[in-house]
């Protein structure tokens, strides 16, 4: 079945140390997105990549960072500088950055600190 | 800042009504606006788009879109206690080809039996 997979479900965090959340897509998309999620609010933009090898920040991209060597991966790394990390993470893809295309999000991960 | 705004609610309608979720934004670039159900715990799933003025229709709901007022508007008819969710509308990011949207932070609807 084509999707957007993320994993893992829940991840707990120590202090000072870095996570990484996976985020794979089978659907041939161009673009993807991650996005934070905190109780009772919106998404909000961290990063985006348009194309391979190239991302762009959003809103909030300080204490996090990503990498999008391969068109259907785009890790987020959540970084000891993210003070705040506990939230809903979740990441999203379009087929075309070009047009008004919705995005279609995986399950998400839910980040805690320990 | 570009704005996405919802009333938090909670919304609740009887089973059986019409329930009318409303959103206003600020980019008057916005090409196209989509709404997202989200349930408790779970991730976003897409409902509905829409991107030329007036009405969209598929099944129980029908978006609607105002570009000169700014306004979009989801309603779904013969609420069912299902429906019960956080709805989210999202508008992109003014004319650059970007993929992004801006999320409104969602109105809670709920549907009593």
């Known amino acids: 079945d084509g999707g957007i997979t993320q994993s893992p479900k829940y991840l707990f965090r120590k202090e000072g140390q870095n996570v990484t959340l996976s985020c794979e897509q089978n659907l041939n998309h161009d673009a993807m997105y991650w996005y934070r999620q905190d109780p009772g609010q919106g998404l909000r933009l961290i990063y985006y990549s348009q194309i391979v090898n190239d991302f762009q920040k959003g809103d909030i991209a300080e204490g996090y960072s990503v990498s999008r060597e391969k068109k259907e991966s785009f890790p987020l790394t959540v970084t000891s500088a993210q003070k705040n990390p506990t939230a809903f993470y979740l990441c999203a893809s379009i087929i075309s950055y070009n047009g008004n295309q919705p995005q279609h999000f995986g399950d998400g991960t839910r980040l805690s600190i320990l | 800042q570009k704005e996405v705004e919802q009333n938090s609610g909670p919304l609740s309608v009887p089973e059986g009504a019409i329930a009318s979720l409303n959103c206003t934004y600020s980019?008057?670039?916005?090409?196209?606006f989509f709404w997202y159900r989200q349930y408790s715990g779970k991730s976003p799933e897409l409902i509905m788009f829409i991107y030329s003025n007036g009405d969209k229709e598929d099944g129980r709901f029908t978006a609607q879109l105002n570009k000169a007022s700014q306004y979009v508007s989801l309603l779904i008819r013969d609420s069912q206690p299902s429906d019960s969710a956080t709805y989210l509308c999202a508008g992109t990011h003014g004319s650059s080809n970007t993929g992004k949207l801006i999320f409104g932070q969602g109105t809670t609807l709920q549907v009593k039996p």
């Open positions: 980019d008057r670039g916005s090409q196209s």
